[in-house]
Nanobody
Framework: DVQLQAFGGGLVEPGGSLRLSCATSGFTFSSTDMTWVRQAPGKDFEVISFIGRDGARINYSNSVKGRFTISRDNARNTLYLQMNSLKPEDTAVYYC?????RGQGTLVTVSS
């Protein structure tokens, strides 16, 4: 079975940083393009970042560009999201995803 488990969320003050990880199993991670998506309270899902299977292709939504960095370790089957300069509007549940699969999310709360 496909397993996607995001972790690393928590409560952080505005301007702070967090690093999310997503542990994966049940599919060939190194052959799979991956995304990070988030859902803020009361809002639709938003795709915030994409990384190609070999890490060469990367893009970001305008809402996080310049503040977030996506990366992956194909040897560890793990996806990462480094989040800097966090804002209250970044408060959301964050998920890693591919195709129709979206795993267990992790809650990020940005508040003073």
């Amino acid at each position: 079975d496909v397993q996607l488990q995001a972790f690393g969320g928590g409560l952080v003050e505005p301007g702070g940083s967090l690093r999310l990880s997503c542990a994966t199993s049940g599919f060939t991670f190194s052959s799979t393009d991956m995304t990070w998506v988030r859902q803020a309270p009361g809002k639709d899902f938003e795709v915030i970042s994409f990384i190609g299977r070999d890490g060469a292709r990367i893009n970001y939504s305008n809402s996080v560009k310049g503040r977030f960095t996506i990366s992956r370790d194909n040897a560890r089957n793990t996806l990462y999201l480094q989040m800097n300069s966090l804002k209250p509007e970044d408060t959301a549940v964050y998920y890693c995803a591919f195709s129709k699969f979206r795993g267990q999310g992790t809650l990020v709360t940005v508040s003073s």
